[in-house]
């Protein structure tokens, strides 16, 4: 397992050098800045969108399924609500009795599909200890209201140039996708505060984002401290 974890940030650095260098390279090919924006983002999204494909993989290889009972099924079932928020799913046992169809929707459109085999538990893996990169915290706030924060947090090897851009890519792809575009014709306004209260969890943990609280904390200012002797 602390193998697959340090596999997995070896891929993440690999991939972010080569958008650096992308970023470095295109305005030298392609002149036009508007025609580079496109292929630079055109280029990240396919590498979000096979990294997201890859997660889900993985994902469902580490869900434990050792029978078809109603309430496996249910644990499962919040497994994966708890890994894709609120994105839409379908759980059907096959018709065989040894795996497990499973759905994945997500607001943007995108969509997963896996059979999970009926399997043993695994055993507890007695190596070594699991190498997880942490999140740390990431406050964000509006130009026109700085004292007004969003307490996010982010994966430890973004710096804080690299998820914020991270989080402005997906609050763009949010208010794009079906659910967002739906909210707009609801009347709700297409701000900050109405996208990340509604973002699911799953596309902010895919860029290595975390939302800790839905609603905006005011800065606490302190006053009338003592003053030391």
């Known amino acids: 397992m602390a193998k697959e ?7 993440q650095d690999e991939q972010a050098q080569l958008l650096t260098l992308l970023r470095a390279i295109l305005p030298k090919v392609a002149p036009d800045p508007a025609f580079a924006e496109k292929l ?3 280029f990240e999204a396919e590498l979000r969108a096979k990294n997201r494909v890859n997660s889900f993989e993985k994902f469902c290889e580490r869900i434990p399924l050792p029978d078809l009972e109603a309430k496996t099924l249910e644990e499962v079932k919040q497994q994966l ?9 379908e759980i059907e046992p096959n018709e065989d009795g040894k ?7 997500l607001p ?5 599909h896996k059979l ?3 399997r043993p538990l695994a055993p507890e893996d007695s190596g070594e200890a699991e190498v997880t990169l942490k999140f740390v915290p990431f406050p964000v706030a509006l130009p026109g209201d700085p004292e007004m924060i969003w307490a996010l947090a982010k994966r430890e090897n973004l710096n804080p140039d690299e998820a914020a851009i991270a989080l402005t890519k997906i ?10 575009q739906k909210l707009i014709r609801d009347r709700v306004e297409r701000s900050f505060p109405e996208f990340i209260a509604r973002v699911p969890a799953g596309l902010l943990g895919d860029s290595g984002l975390k939302r800790h609280y839905k609603l905006p904390e005011p800065v606490k200012v302190l006053r009338g401290g003592r ?3």
């Open 40 to 42: 630079y983002s055109a």
């Open 81 to 89: 609500m708890a890994g894709f928020g609120d994105a839409d799913l």
């Open 5 to 11: 974890k340090k596999s997995v940030k070896s891929k």
């Open 171 to 180: 609050e763009d792809e949010f208010w794009a996708s079906k659910t967002g």
């Open 116 to 118: 999970i085999p009926v």
């Open 227 to 229: 003053k030391q002797s």
């Open 108 to 112: 943007d459109g995108t969509q997963f």
């Open 99 to 105: 795996g497990l169809r499973v759905d994945v929707s």
